[in-house]
């Protein structure tokens, strides 16, 4: 027969058990990814979960990647009115990420960003349209500087989940694409040998605020 102490603490043990598998049950359905129900608020990328591959065709031989990080955006969400939703970001163009010492140091010249007189990046966005078939779809359109040039850009977002990280701070995540011709704005070196287009995937995780 079990001592009284000893079913005490059992019967401690099997409650704690019970909260914490409750809690990660209940932490597992807050999760959504129905855009209707995420939450209303202002929201901050996460940098370490938010980046931008962006993809060239080099020379005929090969698709060449590389990253740009530490990327930082505010978003603010309004799921009853996405339209009234609003998104800024900032690309600080050093960060620029190739996978290569000696790339990495070129594109930074005044052959490619020249990041001394353009350090940044931004995009402002102007317009969000939800796709009327799929509502966790949407073409967000907007003004990108680059290289000191001006011009609208359309991203193709794709709302992925939102919800509580780990117990943590509530947080909602997107995929974006869209493709730029560098020349305009006035990034013109090699082409057409080294590609005119250039391919960008976004990702970000943004935490509510």
Do not use: C
Not at 114 to 128: E, G, L, N, Q, S
Not at 179 to 196: A, H, Q
Request: charged letters at 15%; zero cysteines.
């Amino acid at each position: 027969m079990l001592s009284r102490p000893l079913l005490v603490r059992s019967g401690l043990a099997g409650a704690l058990a019970l909260s914490l598998v409750a809690g990660g049950v209940f932490a597992q359905a807050a999760l959504t990814r129905n855009p209707a129900e995420v939450e209303v608020g202002t929201y901050k990328l996460d940098p370490s979960h938010g980046k931008i591959t962006w993809s060239i065709q080099h020379m005929g031989f090969s698709t060449y990647s590389g990253q740009f990080t530490n990327v930082s955006a505010d978003l603010t969400l309004d799921p009853a009115n996405p339209a009234a939703s609003t998104l800024t970001a900032t690309v600080p163009m050093a960060g620029v990420a190739p996978n290569d010492d000696g790339l990495k140091a070129h594109l930074q010249t005044p052959d490619f960003f020249d990041t001394t007189a353009f350090p940044t990046a931004t995009f402002v966005a102007r317009t969000i349209v939800v796709d009327r078939t799929d509502a966790s779809e949407a073409d967000v359109t907007g003004d990108l500087t680059l290289h000191g040039v001006t011009r609208p850009v359309t991203l193709a977002v794709k709302f992925n989940q939102a919800g509580p990280f780990m117990g943590g701070a509530y947080r909602v995540g997107f995929d974006g694409e869209t493709t730029i011709n560098r020349s305009e704005f006035g990034i013109d070196k090699y082409v057409p040998m080294l590609g005119d287009a250039v391919a960008l995937h976004i990702e970000g995780e943004f935490v509510k605020q």
